[in-house]
């Protein structure tokens, strides 16, 4: 089994773990035990770790994508992420993030560690390794997913959705579906908008081996 880490998810979380005045051994040891841990607890004999670069596409389609988080970065996280480079091999992804790398990357034999509920979308298994959870995610649920976060949009990442529309509302909307076209129409429907459907969609999409580009998906579901 190979480990597909989310590795802006580990800098970051040992980041905001430590102060300015700690000592370098101290945080490369944080940043080093914490992937070993995930290793452990999935068992990988083999890994790869992926940081998000730059020129994220998100940007272009929608320049508002995460523009209300804080500017300020942790203080230990760039020199985190470089020692994830040089002592683990992490990939840099510029173009895209770190997020579509893994999912890119998934296949039967490999398991996605991370925390971040939006790769649920990616079929296989995944690894939550802070609540220690590990997940199965089928094809149809992993579109379902993809589906429901675009009826309710993402706070964390500044992508609005439908106004009023939850998780209640959005699992209820869903609740009957059956196949991808089932979803498609009834999030279209519940937008009214194409623009506004498109915009958000596309860049809620992580990328996937075979289904890189979601505009493909609603050019073939809107002629089905």
Not at 80 to 94: G, K
Not at 186 to 206: P, S, T
Request: with cysteine; glycine share 4%.
């Amino acid at each position: 089994m190979k480990a597909l880490i989310d590795a802006d998810i580990v800098a970051y979380r040992v980041a905001c773990t430590l102060q300015e005045d700690d000592a370098e051994d101290f945080v490369y040891a944080r940043a080093e035990d914490l992937v070993d841990q995930i290793l452990v607890n999935t068992e990988a004999t083999e890994y790869r770790l992926f940081l998000t670069g730059k020129d994220n596409f998100r940007y272009t389609i929608y320049p508002e994508y995460k523009a209300h988080r804080p500017k300020e970065k942790p203080f230990w996280l760039e020199s985190i992420r470089q020692y994830l480079i040089a002592t683990f091999n992490a990939e840099v992804i510029d173009g895209m993030e770190a997020d579509d790398a893994l999912g890119l990357n998934q296949t039967d034999d490999t398991i996605i560690c991370s925390i971040d509920k939006d790769l649920l979308m990616i079929p296989g298994k995944h690894f939550n390794f802070v609540k220690d959870e590990f997940y199965d995610i089928t094809e149809f649920e992993g579109l379902k997913h993809f589906y429901k976060q675009c009826l309710m949009g993402d706070r964390s990442d500044n992508i609005k959705g439908i106004e009023k529309i939850g998780t209640k509302k959005a699992e209820k909307l869903l609740a009957e579906c059956e196949t991808e076209k089932h979803l498609f129409d009834a999030v279209r429907n519940a937008y009214g908008n194409d623009d506004e459907f498109k915009m958000n969609a596309q860049v809620l999409w992580i990328k996937q081996k075979g289904k890189e580009d979601w505009l493909d998906a609603y050019i073939k579901l809107c002629t089905e």
